[in-house]
Every structure is written in C-alpha cells, then in structure tokens.
C-alpha cells in the first residue's frame, strides 16, 4: 500500500456523479467558545447571539449560534470533499435554516450532487451540490444549494451528460423558515436599534459606515475554526506563485464581516433564515478594509409581530459606501465590490 | 424615511445633557470562552482567574471573571453612545467592582451624564459620564466615571452650562469593595509567588521584567471581543489619512497588557478592586513592545488575612523599565510611557 | 525589601540540583474554549476531539482535550521555572499520557530534577527534569522528560557532580497507555478516513500535502493560551538584536500544526498516547510555510480493536513534502527540516 493511498486530494470533476450522496467528515461540536469567538473575529454586535438573558426574553432556551456561524461550520466540512480542486465558488440558492443551533449542538454534513455540466475547454466542469447540515439528533438544521467550478483530473475522460438543477432565484415566501425568536419579549433598546419591520421600505438603500481591516491571522484563526481546509487561504508558499501572489480570504469571512457592520442600521434584522443568492465578485486579501451597505429588496409578514425583510448585502474592498458602489454601466460589479449576497432576515414589528 | 436615519453617527457633545440615562444596547454573556481568551490575549498568568479548583479553595463556586474583562466589556457598551466622536478618552476615576462576574452572567451596560463643560474653541466639549454595568439580576457589578472630549457637531449651538462633576482623586480606603476570594484557602505555591501584602511596602517599586510584542490582529480580536466599535482600532482606510497614518490600539489592550506583565512581581494580587485613576499619556500601536513597571502608593488593611494594595501601573512601549521611566523634569509623562494606571488591588496576608 | 526580590529571573544552572522538587505555578482549568480555540489556532480536524457525539459513540462522556494540548499546558507551567533562561531546548524522552482530560478539568504541573552536566566552557548546563501533570483529583494525566541548556548565572560556582539520567529510546509497548476511546462505535466515515491499524505498514512514508503559512499574531496567541512565557516568543524590541533579529515560535506550535496537517493520511490516528523522542531542529518564524510527513516506525497491536503506531512526524518550512526531507548525507538534518518527532497513537482497527 503506497503512501499516495492515504492522503485524499480531493475529488475531480469527474469523480461527481449526479445522485451521488457524500458524507462528510468531522463533525462538530458548536459551543459558547464558538459564540464568543465568532464575535471576537467578527465582531458581531447582535443581541440575541451575545446575550442569554436577551434570547430567555424572546422564548428560547439561551442564545443560540449566528447562523452565519452555522453555515461556516457546514460549508467546511464540505470543502475536502466538494472544492478542493475547485477553480471558484459560483453561487449559492436555497438555502434555509431549519432549526436554531445551541452551544453543545454537534453538526455534521451531507451533499448530494444534483448537477454536473462540463465546460466547453473540457479541462473543467460545473458541479452543483445540495448540502444539508444536521444535528446529533439528526435534524436537520440547514440546507443549500452551492455550485463551484472544478479542474478535471484527466481530461480525456468523456463528459457526463448535462444536468442542470432548477433552483429558485429567491427562497419563496411561503418557504421561509419560522425564526427561532419570539418578538413579544424583544428589547429594542437593548438590541442598540428603534426600528422595527415596519420601519423599512423596499428599495431603501442603508450604507453601515464602518469598516474593518482585516489580517492574515484573523482570516486564517477564522476560517480554521470552521475547519475549511482550502489551500488558498492558508500556504502562503504556493499562493506566491499564483494569480494573485497571495492568500484568498475565504468568503465566508466576508459574509460574516459584512453582517456585522450591517448592525449599524440593521441592528434588530439579527437572524438569518434564508440564503437567496450569493456570490464573491471580487478577492479580498490580508489589509483591504472591508466597508458594506444594504438594500431592501423585499419585504414579508411573518405574523405575530415578526416580519422578514429580502436584504441585498453588498462589500466593498477599500472603498466607504456612501454612494452605493455595485455594479457599472454594463452590469458588472464593480472592481471594489467583493460580495454581492442577498439573504432573508427576520425582524421584529415594533407594534 | 431616509438611510441616514437608520444609521446611528453616535452623539455629539451637543447631544448631552447633565442628568441624561443612556441604557446601552448589546448584553453580552461572558462565558468560559471568555476567560480563555482574555489568557490567550493578553497573556494572563494569575490562578485566580486561571484555576476552578485554586479558586474553589479560596472560596468561590469557581473561577471569576477578570475584572478588567469586565471592564472592558462594560466599557465596550458604552462606545457607540459616548465615544463615537470622541477626540480623546481622558481619564477614568471612582471605579468599583461591586459584584464578582462568574460564566454565565449576562452584562449590560448604564451611563448617566454627570458633567459637561464646552471647551474654549467652541469646536469641542468634555462630558463625563458614570457608567454602571449590571449582571443578570439587576446587581451593580462595576461603576466607574469616564470623562471624554467630544466633538460638537454644530458649532453655532450655544454652549451648555457647565458641570463639572467632584470625583475622589482615589477611591476611599472605606469605599473599598471585599474582594471576591478568601485567605485562608490560599495557596502561594500555586499562585507563583511567596509574596503577600505584608511584603509590600510604600515606595516600593517593582520593573515586571518582560515584554509583550503587539499585533495588529491581537488588538483588533480582543477589542472586538469586548464589543467595543471605536473606528480607530479597525478601520485603517481612514486611518491612513490620519495624524498617526496607523490604527490606534485601544488603551483598554495596554491595561490589561501591563497587568498580565505585573504578574511577575505581584502574582498575589489578581484582584482589582477598584480604579482610582488612569490616563492614556501616548498612543500604542501594532508592533511597539509593551513593558511595565509599578509602585506602591499605599496599603490598606482589609482585615481576614486580606490587604489592599494601592498600585501606580506604567506601562511603556519599546523601553524596558528597569529604571522606572514616567515623567520628564517638568511632570510631562516621557513620550515612551502609554500608561499611568492607579488602581487597588487585594491580596491576601501570609499569615 | 527591594525591587529585585519580587521579580522571578528564573532558575540558572545552578539553582538546579538532583531530587529537587518544582511545584509550578499557575493551575489551569481546560474547557470547551481551548478545544476551540486548539482547533482554530492549529487547523485540527481529528473527530475525536471536535464532537461530543462521535466522542460518546466512542465510550467517552464527551470529546476529551487534545493530548497535545494537556502537553503544552503542562510544559507552560514549567518555563518560568525551568526554562526561562535556556539557550536551547534539546528533547524529549518518555511521554505518556496517563488519565484523559476532559473541559472542566484543572491541570498543575510538577518538575523533579533528575540529571544535571555541566558543559565543558563552564557557562551552561545541561538539566534533566521529569515534569508531571496532574488534574484536580491529583491523577497523573501526563508524565515526560525533556532536557535544556541553561546559562550558568556566576560562573566561578564549581560544577556539581555530573548525572545522567537513563532514558529509553522509545516508550515500550508495555509501557503504553491504553487510549482513552474505544473502538467499537467508531465511525470510520465521520473520521475522515477509511484506513485502520491493519492498513499502515513499517517503513510507510506520507506526504500530508497540505500546509500553514504562521503569522506572529497566531502563535503568540497559542502560546499564551499555554500560559508559556518565554521571551524569545513575545518581545521583538529584545530579539531585534538576537541572533535571528525576529521572535522564535513556540516548539510546540509547531508540533501542533504538523499534526493537524498529519490528519490527511492518518485521520484515525487521532490520540497521541505517548512521546519517545522529539527535536526542534530549525527555528521557525513568523511567514514561514509548515509542511510535514509522517513515516511508520513501528506497530503494536493494543487488541479489542485497536492498535498503535509508532511515527515519526516530520515538519519543513517553505518546503513541500513529496520527496520526503530530512537529513543530509551526514546525518544532520536538512536546514528546511525545522521538527523530528517520533510518538505512539492509536488507531482503531477496521475489524
């Protein structure tokens, strides 16, 4: 037996069959030190997420983990087995979060591949994956839909037939997951913000002002604690001979930041329950500031005091977001722009 | 209604008035995780804070909070009220730790305005606040008094009248809190000093020998731990324009820097009780190495086998202190010190 | 009573002598933060100890703490004692890990001096000390040898008669600790890896591909989570003008990262049960690039399921691993080898 045998390189284009179920590996157990680093390394300011007391008020056990927190941990499992090997991170859709995760909760992950289509140059492929997250008691916490472009291994191999899921362009209204938060005890001043579901209009632009410079040690502690293991952000020594001369900051940490300075001005919008879209437009590396701004894109009566607003959370690099940076002329993001991600939170009605 | 509205910019001394409640968004459960981190940041070294089963001896249902976590989470809350446009943080005075903070406890944060006096050139003003943090259970856990200088915002805004708040220059020796912890369990070996307060004499002066190197991603993770949003320590877009041209780590960091540092030579006394007095005198910033030293400046028989030590911390940067360096000929501190930090400790008697 | 007796300057060589008994300071309750942030700071992803659920499956009340870092604990508490003025710390012998430690657990280490040789230039020392951890029912949960180079403090002190300690090469297979976990529930597929005892042969060598680019801020981190104090990892104003002119990383930083990279390709061997050798061979620094390569040195069947393997670990810096370095012509290590060390885990069987 060779030592080539035990080290995984990860899957190749053709290595994805349509139907196929993968099981990834280690599980995790989420716990306060992960609530608290996700703050640390964030630095999110939402109250139900930070505070027990807060979360008890609204009905629930104690303050459960930041869905953003949940997607990092089972979008790294993934990643060994799914994007190894992937050129980019093309999108994502549909996704949902099901059921609150608790400290002492332990995820774990599964991908069905539901989509494969080959380029055209024949060196790569398309691969698109259901990924749901489950808890030790099997339920499942979180699902989505990702698709990432992956190199074949040998290009002679012929290409699969062509499937390419339908996914829907937004999480539909009457699919979007029950928040986990009761609006009744909700304490708006404690949360930092007066503004409530109906407080927001479609089409309102917000621009959150602050901004974070991010390092190579805060990416790298990050992302290792959702232990996604992609190459990109952590060998310095290969990335000097790519593209870019540098280590990628996993987009996730985008996202996470992004939402975090979201809190100026959607300071009561703290839970995620949908993921409609989401793409990374542009790389962010060690020492780029990162700036972000939100547009309502929709908006949605969940009943009983609880709305949900349709958000499109938009980062820059380098750039203050006053005016809104997004895309030019033609359509095309912007070179400033990194994420374009559009996404359903939950928010309380003030009345 | 307008973005700008949802936005907060934070209040400008204008916005102040003597007698004004600020409650402060963001409760914040401190866990284990805390305390964890709290030791990986800033390299804290006594048992107390460290040890379940040290602390259990001396008393206690388990380890304790730091104090200065605690104040820096405390202190953290009140930013985006009080010091959002701050032009400077200018002193601290009458803090008492009231109640012991253990894991689990939730912290919120109350600020009453209790003096402003608009400065000379119209442009700004000084306010002073008390600030009390509050656990769970509605109990006081650390009161303290800050006083900043704000920008005005609208400089054609006549002045308030002043008030300028009478604070102790040291909180009283009978205004002293009891430390959490009991004597008579106390394990010196295991603290890692013989030292006890009869040991400790006026005068005395203690060069705490090691040092501390600061990055950037290690004030940034801490600062943002305490929930503290100051856009001088995270935002280096602006702050390269800037008279420094460098992000500015937040004073808070050197605090608890100097007092990991002051372990070696005060082992015993882990405990602030309160905080007298304390002046940011120079800028820090990543890469400038932290030394300290401290003086005794008085002694207080706590009674029980119990005293406390009233301490000068200093804390320089780039300079080791083995000649105790403070002030120049004419009282200005020396352009290496960051700190002078006057606080009291307990620590407990030899026999 | 002045300054200098407060502070610690450390033991020199000749404070050390033969049956001396060190009980060090600082105990440490371990919890769920550190196995979070072992596994955020080290990129570890052995299933082991990441979930509570695979752990329970296992046998064991919950994921036990990562044998590497009840060690590092451990070693911190002895640097002030015994290492603080060490030129060089030259290995390892004798490890093994005796009781698990799970989160809630208090460690307290314990040094006896067991060999000291004085160096021929009459300004360093060699000292030998078996250092045991304990946990808060004093079981023993890791006992060890290493030895250091120490500077001599006065150097007309005469030598002291020379001992040398007997050591074993290698833990014997008699002497090995069971694992803590138990084979039967074991789940191959959430480990990550299909191959058991049976799969790995003598003299197999494998590249685990992957690797870690450090930065200053993550291992200062760790290593202050160790409550390790040794300057040479903290005070660059001091190692300016050493010999390196940068801050050395912590050893066992570095053995922490190989392992985690060693997971691709011995993903089952999750629990380091014992250390028969180990040598930092290289410096590292800060923007160095860890790979490593593990080979088989051995076999031992434990029975009931489970066996161990005898490794040798081996981490580069800046080097990729496919061919395998490690000494040159002579014997010496290759100037890119920067870690050899050679320890016993155990491994489920697949049948």
Redo the contacts between chains.
Sequence with gaps: ?S?KS????GNFFEDFRVGQEI?H?????L???????N?????S???LF?????AQNCGLP??PIDPLLVFHTVFGKTV?DISLNAVANLGYADGRFLTPVYP?D?L?AVSEVIGVKENSNGKTGVVWVRTTGYN?ENREVLTYVRWVMVNKKDTSKPAPATVVPELPSAVKTSSLPRPAFSSSGYEF?????P?GFE???IG??????????V????H???T??Y?N?A?VH?????QASSRFGR?LIYGGVAISLARSLAF????NAAEIIAINAGSHVNPLFA?D?V?AWSEVLDKHDLRDGMGALRLRLVATK?R?CTDFPYKDGEGKHLSDVILDFDYWAAIPSRS
Excluded at 31 to 37: G, N
Excluded at 39 to 43: D, E, F, K, N, P
Excluded at 264 to 267: H, K, M, P, T
């Design positions: 037996m030592n035990k080290t995984s390189t099981r590996a280690t599980p995790r157990t716990t306060e030190a992960d609530s608290a680093l703050i640390a390394l964030t630095g300011r939402y109250a930070s505070a027990d007391s807060f104690g303050a060994p002492g332990t774990r030790q001043v404690l949360a930092g913000s503004f407080d927001y209009e309102e632009k917000i621009d959150h002002v602050d901004a974070f410079t390092e190579e040690a805060e790298q502690i990050a290792r604690l232990q293991t190459k952590f060998n310095q020594h290969e280590r100026n001005g959607l300071g020492g500031t700036f380098n203050p």
